[in-house]
Nanobody, 121 residues
Framework: VQLQASGGGVVQAGGSLRLSCVVS????????VGWFRQPPGKEREFVSA????????YYADSAKGRFTISRDNAKNTVYLQMNSLKPEDTAVYYC???????????????WGQGTQVTVSS
């Protein structure tokens, strides 16, 4: 399974970005795809996740109300729409796939490369 994240950039506080994650290879409809981020000098943290089958997505508290995760099964792509961005959202954002059929916040099996998001104040 391969994951390719894109869409990062530099944005002013209050702005928006949409990240994309294209998933390829031997995937399964039971997979979940999640977004994680690693702020400068900090550990990587969970942001949001969704399953290919549908069902309610899951968000970290820091993402609730501002970020929206969605998927396009036909394009094998998962998106993370980020609105009302704050300087503390600055991080390298990663997408990952999990063979577990339930959404988890850790223990993902496959990882893509990161995409840098920088929010200026």
């Amino acid at each position: 399974v391969q994951l390719q994240a894109s869409g990062g950039g530099v944005v002013q506080a209050g702005g928006s970005l949409r990240l994309s994650c294209v998933v390829s290879g031997r995937t399964s409809s039971s997979y979940a795809v999640g977004w994680f981020r690693q702020p400068p000098g900090k550990e990587r943290e969970f942001v949001s996740a969704i399953t290919w089958r549908g069902g309610a997505p899951y968000y970290a508290d820091s993402a609730k109300g501002r970020f929206t995760i969605s998927r396009d099964n036909a394009k094998n792509t998962v998106y993370l729409q980020m609105n009302s961005l704050k300087p503390e959202d600055t991080a390298v954002y990663y997408c990952a796939a999990d063979r577990s059929s339930t959404i988890r916040t850790a223990g993902y099996d496959y990882w893509g490369q990161g995409t840098q998001v920088t929010v200026s104040s």
